[in-house]
């Protein structure tokens, strides 16, 4: 009996180790952001991050080429959601991005919302 009670918690230890494996493929989803550049040539914005250790920094390019990319907009005294283009946004905006990692002050993205209300 003590043979499977030791069996089934070595069994439990290992699937735990393998479960909490270092995976790579992290989104982080919401982080805030600054927008400080925008480049309609390679489209993709220059922004610094807002939140005390974002992962963003102070200065990071995020790609926003990929055909998948969407951007949207929530009206916070209606809470209507709105698609919203690349071309709608500012210098001086403030945004969410969620971004899969940062390397070398480069980010790709999936989604942008403008957090900066419009009227």
Do not use: H
Not at 50 to 79: A, H, K, M, Q, R
Not at 93 to 112: F, G, M, P, Q
């Amino acid at each position: 009996m003590k043979r499977v009670l030791l069996m089934i918690m070595l069994i439990i230890l290992l699937f735990s180790i393998t479960a909490c494996s270092n995976n790579k493929d992290i989104t982080y989803v919401g982080v805030n952001a600054e927008i400080l550049e925008i480049s309609n040539v390679i489209k993709g914005i220059v922004v610094k991050g807002l939140d005390n250790n974002s992962i963003l920094g102070e200065e990071c390019y995020v790609n926003c080429e990929g055909p998948d990319v969407y951007f949207i907009y929530v009206d916070n005294t209606s809470s209507e959601v709105a698609d919203i283009q690349f071309e709608d946004l500012v210098v001086g905006d403030k945004i969410t991005v969620d971004v899969k990692s940062v390397e070398n002050k480069y980010a790709l993205t999936s989604r942008v919302q403008l957090l900066t209300q419009r009227k």
